[in-house]
């Protein structure tokens, strides 16, 4: 498992971003080569042409590690999805042409074809850190205790759960009460995966209690990510024993859930959030209107599509103002994320982390700062405010690179891929699914490494896991 990586193989990724950089005088073509060029770097990783895959698993039993799940969430959604977006701009609506004489605005289109270009190189540059850094080693310095792995999955579901209401509670700990629903979530969906092939009946009546309860919290939270991805872990986890059942039914599931939450979403905002109805009323008039077929329920849909799903729309215009109207921001982004790693209980006038990140967004002029909405950053929008196409690669580079490293630190740790990288680097380290801002993604990964250095050693004293 510790094939060293060839280096005209790994250029191999880049081509598609060369491509597209040698047409872009021609927008339209310059970001379908960009675009398409993702396909092209999920086919020569996914297949093992660059480096191959971990042998010591099955394809279907290793889906949680970084170079498959996290490349297909993380640059799906960053590479993949403006295709709506463009479609937009070329005057499509519901994929259908709106109007004969529609007038193509040509600077927006030659602006988002740069960002694809950006995409492009992000993508290949997170699969080369991935790539440089994944040597599985052929035997683990601990092991678990795989007879009884189902019921360590179990508790572990049982015990996570009420510190992340405990941690909740006390001031200033709600990054750790987030960390541990993550973990309890993982744990109890993963124990359901167990239970129901080993047909354990109370375990998979709790379990399925558990993993109901999550879903009506991410039911109810108003935003959408935590449904999709509720079903999306269940799908995974139950893949390597039920394959064909787990294809007919969740594949066609997520997709459903993608047209219908747009509605569902807008409708539970309105109503929970106004406080004019309780959570549960808001939830029922939601459904309601997300069952309902009609044009409004389309267009809304059509919206998502555009302007929620992917973020290139607010991308495009940080690429306007940077760096012809404010210079780059040089390693500043990074000295604000180090500072966010502070505990405010040792630093108790710590600036506000959000703060900090919407300054730049207003600087920008992405949105006004009497607004009220949050619009945050993606990972690659700060990685291009800081250096442009340097700081694309470096960034993205070390993205992947990191993780890798902890994917494979928490599989030394815990005895191997299903303690380590199916739930501590799942649960703990979900933010490189989507990721988010220097400041917020540093953070998180820095305290989760903490906590997951931590758990290794309550499972070294309470026997779950020992040295070989």
């Known amino acids: 498992?510790?094939?060293?990586?060839?280096?005209?193989?790994?250029?191999?990724?880049?081509?598609?971003?060369?491509?597209s950089l040698l047409f872009r005088s021609d927008p339209l073509l310059s970001y379908f080569i960009a675009w398409l060029g993702s396909f092209y770097i999920f086919s020569l990783t996914l297949t093992g042409w660059v480096k191959p895959l971990p042998n010591d698993r099955s394809f279907s039993e290793q889906l949680m590690r970084p170079i498959l799940l996290v490349q297909i969430i993380f640059a799906g959604y960053m590479c993949c999805t403006s295709i709506f977006y463009?479609?937009?701009i070329l005057g499509y609506e519901n994929f259908h042409k709106a109007s004969f004489f529609f007038?193509?605005?040509i600077d927006k289109l030659t602006l988002i074809a740069q960002c694809q270009r950006y995409y492009c190189l992000g993508h290949a540059a997170f699969v080369s850190g991935i790539l440089i850094v994944m040597r599985y080693p052929d035997r683990q310095k601990f092991e678990a205790d795989i007879e009884n792995i189902a019921g360590i999955l179990f508790v572990s579901a049982l015990i996570t759960l009420p510190l992340s209401i405990i941690f909740l509670k006390v001031p200033g700990l709600s990054q750790f009460s987030n960390q541990f629903s993550s973990l309890s979530f993982i744990a109890g969906t993963l124990a359901l995966a167990f239970a129901i092939p080993q047909k354990k009946l109370w375990n998979i009546i709790i379990c399925v209690i558990l993993y109901i309860s999550n879903f009506y919290s991410a039911l109810t939270s108003?935003?959408?990510?935590?449904i999709i991805i509720s079903v999306m872990v269940l799908g995974i986890f139950l893949y390597p024993a039920y394959k064909k059942v787990v294809l007919l039914t969740f594949i066609p599931a997520i997709l459903i859930l993608f047209l219908l939450l747009p509605t569902y979403a807008r409708v539970f905002r309105a109503n929970a959030w106004s406080g004019d109805v309780n959570t549960d009323e808001a939830t029922q008039l939601a459904l309601d209107a997300a069952l309902n077929d009609d044009t409004e329920t389309t267009d809304t849909n059509w919206g998502f599509l555009v302007y929620r799903l992917s973020e290139v729309d607010m991308f495009t215009e940080f690429v306007q103002s940077t760096p012809e109207r404010i210079d780059y921001y040089g390693f500043d982004l990074l000295k604000q994320s180090f500072m966010a790693i502070i505990p405010r209980v040792f630093w108790p006038t710590k600036?506000?982390?959000?703060?900090l990140v919407m300054e730049r967004v207003y600087d920008a002029r992405v949105i006004n700062r009497a607004s009220s909405v949050s619009a945050k950053p993606a990972f690659i929008v700060d990685a291009y405010l800081s250096d442009g196409n340097w700081g694309i690669f470096i960034a993205l580079l070390l993205y992947g690179a990191a993780a890798q490293f902890i994917s494979q630190k928490a599989e030394e740790l815990f005895g191997g891929y299903l303690l380590g990288t199916a739930l501590i680097f799942s649960g703990l380290f979900q933010i490189f699914w989507r990721g988010s801002s220097f400041?917020?993604?540093?953070?998180?990964?820095?305290?989760?490494y903490i906590t997951m250095i931590i758990l290794h050693k309550i499972f070294i004293a309470k026997n779950i896991i020992r040295p070989v």
């Open 103 to 105: 007038l193509l605005d």
């Open 86 to 88: 463009m479609f937009n």
């Open 351 to 355: 600036p506000n982390t959000e703060a």
């Open 222 to 226: 108003g935003f959408k990510e935590p």
């Open 1 to 19: 498992m510790n094939k060293q990586i060839k280096i005209e193989r790994l250029l191999a990724l880049y081509i598609p971003w060369v491509i």
């Open 439 to 448: 400041e917020f993604i540093i953070n998180t990964v820095f305290w989760s």
